[in-house]
Nanobody, 122 residues
Framework: QVQLVESGGGLVQTGGSLRLSCAASGFPFNTYTMGWFRQAPGKERELVAGIKWLDGKTTYSDSVKGRFTISKDNAENTLYLQMNTLKAEDTAVYYC???????????????WGQGTQVTVSS
């Protein structure tokens, strides 16, 4: 069974950094894509970044490009999101997600973690 467990959220000041982690298990990684989504109050959930596990191909939303980096640790089956130069508008619940398939730009995901809160104070 697929399990996705996020950690690393918290409160940070504007301009600061955080790293989110997602411990994943229960699926054949090389045929899957993983991603980070976020949802702020009153807003739709959006794809922040995605990565194809097989070759590490990535995609980013325009709002985080150049500030956030998605990466993976094959040995530990862990997904990361390094978030730098954080802004107040990055405040949201961040979700780790996984989907069967190798299209990294899609927003259609099958499995979700429980979410972790990121709050950026000005």
């Amino acid at each position: 069974q697929v399990q996705l467990v996020e950690s690393g959220g918290g409160l940070v000041q504007t301009g600061g950094s955080l790293r989110l982690s997602c411990a994943a298990s229960g699926f054949p990684f090389n045929t899957y894509t993983m991603g980070w989504f976020r949802q702020a109050p009153g807003k739709e959930r959006e794809l922040v970044a995605g990565i194809k596990w097989l070759d590490g191909k990535t995609t980013y939303s325009d709002s985080v490009k150049g500030r956030f980096t998605i990466s993976k640790d094959n040995a530990e089956n862990t997904l990361y999101l390094q978030m730098n130069t954080l802004k107040a508008e990055d405040t949201a619940v961040y979700y780790c997600a996984a989907r069967k398939g190798i299209v990294v730009t899609t927003t259609q995901y099958d499995y979700w973690g429980q979410g972790t809160q990121v709050t950026v104070s000005s």
